[in-house]
């Protein structure tokens, strides 16, 4: 038997505001956080969607700062608050990107209709297809926690 849709790993993008929740909160937190405050059926539609281990892009999003910052995993899928309000997933960090990448280099070097971050640029979660997440893993160099050892001097100063 194959792999479902379901088993297979998926990728997102999750917005924030650097003033509501920042990379520096979420790595302080230790690194796992609580994912709510979603209200757009869309959005909530693709964060129900997000499975234990898939990966996300953590976006910093706003006036002063619109980039992919780091990663975090999915640890714990939707569930209902307390409240009964609404319903989040836990998020754990992977690591920072080793370069930022900005709107507009993605803008630039993204060639894909199928990426949501274009296509509907106000949902706070997306898809991200797997050859969007390679090329923006790329445009950073990565991520710290990738598996690939970077020497300083590989680094862009």
């Not at 929740?21 to 959005?43: E, T």
């Not at 609404?86 to 992977?94: H, Y």
């Not at 979660?125 to 390679?134: A, F, L």
């Not at 090329?135 to 970077?150: A, S």
Request: glycine share 10%; aromatic share 8%; charged share 30%.
């Amino acid at each position: 038997m194959g792999k479902s849709k379901r088993d297979e790993k998926q990728y997102w993008l999750l917005k924030t505001e650097p003033g509501e929740w920042s990379w520096d909160d979420q790595a302080s937190n230790g690194g796992i956080s609580k994912w709510d405050g979603v209200k757009n059926h869309q959005a909530l539609k693709h964060l129900k969607s997000a499975r234990l281990h898939d990966l996300c892009f953590f976006y910093h999003s706003g006036t002063k700062s619109r980039c992919i910052v780091g990663v975090v995993t999915v640890a714990r899928e939707w569930y209902e608050d307390d409240v009964g309000v609404g319903g989040a997933i836990d998020v754990k960090a992977v690591g920072e990107m080793r370069k930022a990448v900005d709107l507009k280099e993605m803008k630039q070097e993204v060639k894909s209709n199928e990426f949501g971050l274009f296509r509907q640029p106000r949902l706070s979660v997306v898809p991200v297809p797997v050859d969007v997440w390679e090329k923006i893993c790329e445009l950073g160099n990565g991520y710290e926690g990738d598996g690939v050892c970077v020497s300083k001097d590989d680094e862009e100063l």
